[in-house]
């Protein structure tokens, strides 16, 4: 506690709060040359007194006022307590410690609720007994700590002639410095526990102020009432204010009225509750009228018996954060924009591309019917040479009917609804392999393993796991035994199905070429087909949510990996 007090006493002078003292005297003259001083200087600053008697001053209240001159209409006043060592210190007898400190504790908070400054004691240790010293030792130091924290100082007086010098020392380092006569005239003994003490004060306040004010974040220490009791400079620097300004404020008169009601309800349901809040946004007002948001914490701050004393909040300025939000906010506004575009155009490409491949496939039917009549009924009219050109017209009117017909169903493919269902992998595996086997002019041996089951629409997944398979067959169909394995690696959340060959493999440096529409990593003389059942794979793999890769070497078979959700 900060703010000196007046002694009294011309030796020991001003003292702050929390100062535990003693006395050792040889006479009642040197208690009362001491005590009246002292008390009276309590009365005359607003301060409780109380005197806890024994020999050789009279236990009795009126008694010991008359050895304490000007006193006796203090006690008539209750501004002065005289009780008995007794009633204060014993229980049935012997010193009762616990009984001791929270009749202290009580006392500071009855006289501070009563407008007073705050208490001042002496007692007269002359009742101590040789049993009790021990215990009544500890408490003396216990009570050195525990004053810190009150609006209290004490000044205990012990009779010299009863102590032995072990006795004396230990009396000394218990209290902060000690009072004694010395050829004559009272001296002051300074005990080199509080030195040490108070230098360990200094050296924590020190690193203390320092961390306080390097933190970047504000820091404000308030009342119960809400008024601000200490700041660092990080928060007065956010707010526009000096020291002197914001400690006549409440947090109150720094929020928005749009703001007060969430406050009065954090405290309410969060801080009186569990003694500290969430982490939650209000705003404060500048000294120049201007608004900031802010992220606040706080924590309540309990007095020694669990009652509410005051609270400390962290405040964070979160104007860069709110301008980045709302620049975050317009950017997606912007891109859903973009986004909503692109569909647009995506959806206008699918039905130019449905549209043309539906127009052409008519008149290519045409060409391809005339040119099979014209082979059939005036083959004998032509010659070989015109033979092989309506044997060219026919092909490449086949061929593109390919083409047109691959683009159809990759149209599809974006334009559908998806239905999913679970689909019996192993199944559909073995179905596939079956099939293909038939149209195979060469017995293929597929290898199936035991295949977990997948989830998705089954039309959508035959048709990639068909591409896969025959693309497998097509390729391997070189070798004298071709096979295909068809396999699951299962991850974390998806299944990691393959299809397996020992065909001919493909170069990993064109591996970006696999999926694209149209492309081919082999000429069309040594392989048939349009190049466009890998990108038909991609696109239904990537409508379910999976991705799909192939790796291979040349001449060493390939293997093309595709995830499912489970």
């Known amino acids: ?43 005359d600053n607003n301060e409780l007194c109380v005197l806890i008697t024994a020999n050789p001053l009279d236990t009795k209240k009126a008694g010991a006022a008359t050895a304490l001159p000007g006193l006796r209409t203090a006690v008539r006043d209750g501004r002065l307590k005289i009780i008995p060592h007794e009633e204060w210190y014993l229980d049935n007898g012997s010193f009762n410690p616990s009984k001791a400190c929270g009749r202290w504790k009580e006392l500071h908070r009855a006289a501070v609720s009563k407008g007073f400054d705050g208490v001042r004691a002496a007692g007269i240790m002359s009742w101590l007994e040789r049993k009790d010293w021990k215990a009544f030792a500890d408490y003396e130091k216990d009570l050195f700590l525990s004053l810190g924290g009150l609006k209290m100082i004490c000044v205990c007086a012990y009779p010299l002639a009863r102590l032995a010098a072990a006795e004396v020392i230990e009396v000394v380092s218990n209290h902060w410095f000690s009072l004694l006569r010395h050829e004559g005239a009272w ?5 080199p526990d509080r030195r040490k003490a108070e230098e360990k004060i200094l050296e924590s306040e020190r690193r203390y102020r320092g961390l306080y004010e390097s933190i970047r974040d504000g ?11 200490d700041c660092n400079d990080a928060f007065l620097g956010m707010l526009g204010y000096a020291m002197d300004e914001i400690r006549n404020m409440t947090f109150l008169d720094l929020t928005p009225r749009r703001w007060h009601e969430l406050n009065k309800t954090i405290i309410r349901e969060q801080l009186m509750t569990r003694g500290y809040s969430d982490e939650y946004e209000k705003e404060y007002a500048r000294r120049d009228g201007s608004i900031i948001p802010v992220s606040n914490r706080t924590w309540l701050i309990r007095d020694d018996d669990g009652r509410p004393a005051g609270m400390w909040s962290i405040v964070r300025d979160i104007t860069p954060q709110k301008m ?13 924009s973009q986004i909503k575009k692109l569909e647009e155009a995506n959806a206008e490409l699918e039905a130019f591309n449905f ?48 083409f047109i017909s691959d683009l159809l169903k990759l149209s599809r493919l974006s334009r559908s609804e998806i239905t999913i269902t679970e689909i019996d992998m192993s199944g559909l595996a073995a179905a596939l392999s079956a099939e293909l086997n038939a149209a195979s002019e060469k017995t293929i041996e597929f290898r199936i393993a035991a295949l ?42 998806e299944n990691v199905y393959y299809v397996r060959d ?25 392989f048939e087909g349009t190049g466009a059942g890998l990108a038909i794979v991609k696109r ?27």
């Open 1 to 43: 506690m900060t703010g000196l007090r007046k002694t009294g006493i011309d030796v020991m002078g001003d003292v702050p709060w929390g100062t535990h003292s003693c006395q050792f005297y040889r006479y009642k003259k040197d208690l009362t040359e001491t005590l009246a001083p002292y008390m009276k200087a309590g009365l």
């Open 187 to 191: 001296a002051v003994v300074e005990s």
């Open 219 to 229: 820091i404000i220490r308030m009342d119960v009432g809400g008024r601000i009791v």
């Open 324 to 336: 980045a939000e709302e620049q975050i906010t317009w950017l997606h506004i912007e891109l859903n």
């Open 355 to 402: 549209t043309l491949a539906h127009d052409l496939s008519s008149p290519l039917r045409v060409i391809d019917g005339f040119s099979k009549m014209i082979e059939k009924y005036y083959r004998d009219v032509l010659d070989e040479e015109g033979r092989d050109f309506i044997k060219t017209i026919r092909s490449s009117a086949q061929k593109m009917g390919m």
């Open 452 to 493: 977990p089951a997948a989830r998705g629409q089954e039309t959508l997944i035959r048709q990639a796991l068909f591409n896969l398979m025959s693309n497998a067959v097509k390729f391997s169909a070189p070798r004298e035994r071709p096979m295909v394995e068809i396999g699951c690696l299962g991850t974390d959340g």
């Open 502 to 526: 020992n065909g001919v493999g493909f170069d990993m440096r064109h591996a970006d070429r696999l999926f694209g529409v149209f492309k081919r990593l082999h000429s069309e003389s040594e």
């Open 540 to 566: 239904v793999v990537q409508r379910h949510g999976g991705r799909v890769w192939g790796e291979g070497k040349v001449g060493q078979g390939a293997t093309f990996y595709f995830t499912l959700p489970r």
